[in-house]
Each structure stands twice: as C-alpha cells, then as structure tokens.
C-alpha cells in the first residue's frame, strides 16, 4: 500500500536527567524524530506511534495484516528506500549502542562484511548483504529518544552516500515518534497501525473481493 539540525541531543539529555538549571526552558531539538510532546505543527500521515511528515516524491509503503496492524514501514525515494521501525527504551539511557553491536555480530555471524562509521547522527552501521538480486549496501541508523529508538535501514545509493538520502532524510528530520505512556519491555515494537479511514477502505476492498483460492 503506497501512501501518495544539528539536533539538540544535550538539551535533550539535560531535561530527561533533570539537570536543567532552575527556570531554564529546555530547548526543543532543531530537528527530528521528535518526540511528540515537542514537536513542531506540520503535516504527517499518522501511523500511531510513528508520524511520518509529507515530503515531496517520496512515496510511504506498508505492509498491514487484515486488522490494520503495520509490519513494515518503507519509505522510497527514486532508487533509495529508508526502512524504519520504532522500539521502546529505558527513560535512563538509550540502546542504539546495543542494539548496534547485536546486529553487527548478527551480520558477521552470516558472512557479511560490517564496518561502523561515524555518521552525521552518531555511529552507523554499514554492510554488504547478499540478496537473490545479488550484493546489497545497508546503512543502519539509530537515534535515542526519551523512553524510544528509532532504528532505519538506508538501502540503494543512500546506503554508501548519506548526500544522496536528501527527501528521505528530510523525513527522517521531520519524523515524529508518540511513545505512549504505557510501559513496555526495553526493544518491544512500538505500535504501528493504518488510519482508521485506509483500513476500513482495505477492509472493505477485502469483502468485496471474496474469498481466495488457494
């Protein structure tokens, strides 16, 4: 389905350690992911815990199962995709650094070459993977918020040249993450579903098509 800074990072740190001199106003990052109880008004297709900002030529793919409930999130942007999924955190400390090494050992483990690069966000993670269409690049990203991560997954050119990610980083730096209040285990998926009005209309399609052959 196809839906047609430097950042703040110490201010942001302060807050969440309550370290903030006393009556100092913490600043509000320069740009995203944003938790939601900062950021700014802009125009964004609501997927529940991810808001995903309209940006020009670039074109929101998920994957949903009948109730609505996403799987995947892709964005694409001529030959270059950002795959993006949100997890929960401790509110003491974030877990990109982790998470990093797992899927790095993770990747050694199947033979794939994985080096980590110091990024405009911190250190990334870039790799060669084997797929049916041959050699792949992969950038993995991760960005630590108050009680969340957002992890994405560069692929195509993007994925060795973070200047040839222009739209889909700006999506990136408009993103905007609604954790919920709820507690959740540390690296729990963090719900993603349709807008109410796209899964009615899939549910409706659905009836309408009948039962499938198998």
């Known amino acids: 389905m196809i839906f047609s800074r430097k950042r703040a990072d110490e201010a942001r740190h302060a807050r969440d350690n309550g370290v903030l001199d006393a009556g100092e106003t913490p600043a509000a990052p320069a740009r995203g ?14 997927l529940g815990s991810l808001q995903i900002p309209a940006v020009p030529d670039v074109e929101v793919r998920v994957q949903a199962d009948p109730q609505g409930v996403i799987q995947q999130v892709v964005l694409v942007h001529g030959q270059n ?48 993977v084997r797929t049916p269409d041959g050699m792949t690049d992969l950038r993995f990203i991760g960005i630590d918020g108050p009680r ?11 994925a060795v040249d973070p200047a040839a990610g222009g739209p889909l980083a700006a999506c990136l730096d408009g993103l905007v993450v609604d954790r919920g209040q709820e507690a959740k285990p540390v690296r729990e998926p963090l719900p993603l579903r349709l807008p109410r009005e796209v899964a009615e209309q899939q549910a409706a399609e659905q009836q309408a098509a009948g039962p499938q052959e198998v």
């Open 33 to 46: 992911p944003y938790d939601v109880s900062e950021a700014p008004d802009a125009p964004r297709l609501d």
């Open 81 to 128: 995709a950002l795959q993006l999924g949100v997890f929960a955190a401790p509110r003491s400390e974030g877990i990109w650094d982790e998470v990093r090494e797992e899927i790095r050992t993770s990747l050694l483990n199947d033979g794939a070459a994985a080096q980590e690069v110091e990024g405009e966000r911190g250190t990334e993670l870039r790799a060669q």
């Open 148 to 158: 969340w991560m957002v992890r994405g997954v560069f692929q195509g050119q993007a």
